[in-house]
């Protein structure tokens, strides 16, 4: 395993790790932590990707494993704040839904012996949720955090906008993986 893929399965061990902290009250700045490690598991998608292109070891099981390990990180994060009620629930559902068809869609392409990379237009979705969860995860920080000069309320409405534009990319790039591989369901009959 090259050092890219490693970095990709460093972010999938973190996932517990900020499930724990997010969710058990009893953990001293527990819900601070899991900010600093859902940031710190944001940043490996970055790191492995950036690793992989330029040492060339871009790999199948990167091709594959990445995009999963964000989708498993970013559906861990939006249960927690549908819990939490920082975010409503449709909006993790139309996120989820999409991670799982996109996922469907590479499956099947798989079992054809194709690998469907990110796009552009993935890359650019995954960003957009990243953004979106680390505000409302610092929304979720608000009274230990030093956002005085902010008010909660329109710290709040900034979450939402961010959401709302994480779903819309979320929407698009779905469109677009299924427009782009419209090949891989026509073979599949």
């Known amino acids: 395993m090259n050092l890219a893929n490693k970095i990709t399965m460093v972010r999938i061990f973190l996932i517990p790790v900020f499930l724990v902290l997010v969710t058990i009250e009893a953990i001293p700045n527990g819900k601070l932590m ?5 940031i710190i598991a944001s940043l490996t998608d970055k790191l492995d990707g950036y690793i992989a292109r330029s040492r060339n070891l871009i790999t199948n099981f ?5 995009p999963l390990a964000d ?3 970013v559906t861990s994060a939006l249960i927690a704040l549908v819990e939490f009620q920082i975010i ?18 590479r499956t099947i392409a798989a079992g054809e012996g194709n690998v469907i ?3 552009s237009w993935g890359k650019a979705k995954t960003t957009a949720q990243m953004i979106a969860i680390i505000l409302a995860l610092i929304f979720m920080c608000y009274d230990v955090l030093p956002l005085g000069m902010i008010s909660q309320a329109a710290f709040k ?10 779903v819309i990319a979320t929407i698009i ?7 782009k591989n419209k090949d891989v369901i026509q073979h599949d009959k």
Not at 157 to 166: L, N, P, R, S
């Open 71 to 73: 989708k498993l990180l």
């Open 62 to 66: 990167g091709k594959f494993m990445d």
């Open 34 to 38: 899991a900010l600093a490690v859902f």
């Open 88 to 105: 409503a629930g449709w909006v993790a559902v139309v996120i989820i839904a999409r991670e799982f068809a996109v996922t469907g869609l």
């Open 157 to 166: 409405v900034a979450v939402d906008i961010c959401m709302y534009v994480a």
């Open 117 to 119: 990379a990110a796009s």
């Open 173 to 179: 790039s779905g469109a677009d993986y299924f427009v």
